[in-house]
Structures are given as C-alpha cells and as structure tokens.
Nanobody, 116 residues
Framework: QVQLVESGGGLVQAGGSLRLSCAASGSIFRTSTMGWYRQAPGKQRELVATISSDLSRNYRDSVKGRFTIARDNAKNVVSLQMDSLKPEDTAVYYC??????????WGQGTQVTVSS
C-alpha cells in the first residue's frame, strides 16, 4: 500500500512563489511516474506536471516556464516549485503516483490560493 502526503500549500500574492512537496511510502516510488494535478472549484481535475522514473518531465502549457517538478528517489519525495503565481493557479493540488499503469494512488490534496 502506498500513501502520499502533500505539504507546502498556502496563500500567496500574485507573482509570489510556493513549493509543494509530496512524500511517498512504499518501495515502488523510484519506478513510478509522479505527477501533480489540480482542481479548481467547479472545474475538472487537470494535469499540472509529471516526472517519469527516467526524469522525463511534462508540463501543461499554462505553467511552462513558471513551475518545476523534481524528484528525490533517495527520500521518496516529489516536489513542485511554483514561481510567478497567478490567481488562475488557485486550486487544490494533488500528488499522484502511477506505477506502470497498473496502480495509481492519490494524496489528500493541499490548497493553493493566489490573491490578486
């Protein structure tokens, strides 16, 4: 069983920065694709960024150049550095672990609020 625990959300002014972290339990972290998703009120959950086991990164267009995803396999942690935040980045951010398409796990979510 895998547990994902997010931290680092909060309230920040537009143009500011936040760093989200997700700590994973279990032994499949290093062979899994890790991702961050977000869900704003009244909207569907959407992909923000992913990082594969071979460190390939993928970002949604609206966050390219502002957000950076990274992973530390020694600590089973994935992070999301968010810079130049905009009010439209406001959402609950969820950590995701996808193990070869066989198993998928989600964190409980952390709120990010960007004020204008």
């Amino acid at each position: 069983q895998v547990q994902l625990v997010e931290s680092g959300g909060g309230l920040v002014q537009a143009g500011g920065s936040l760093r989200l972290s997700c700590a994973a339990s279990g032994s499949i972290f290093r062979t899994s694709t890790m991702g961050w998703y977000r869900q704003a009120p009244g909207k569907q959950r959407e992909l923000v960024a992913t990082i594969s086991s071979d460190l390939s990164r993928n970002y949604r267009d609206s966050v390219k150049g502002r957000f950076t995803i990274a992973r530390d396999n020694a600590k089973n942690v994935v992070s999301l550095q968010m810079d130049s935040l905009k009010p439209e980045d406001t959402a609950v951010y969820y950590c995701n672990l996808n193990h070869r398409g066989w198993w998928e796990y989600w964190g409980q979510g952390t709120q990010v609020t960007v004020s204008s």
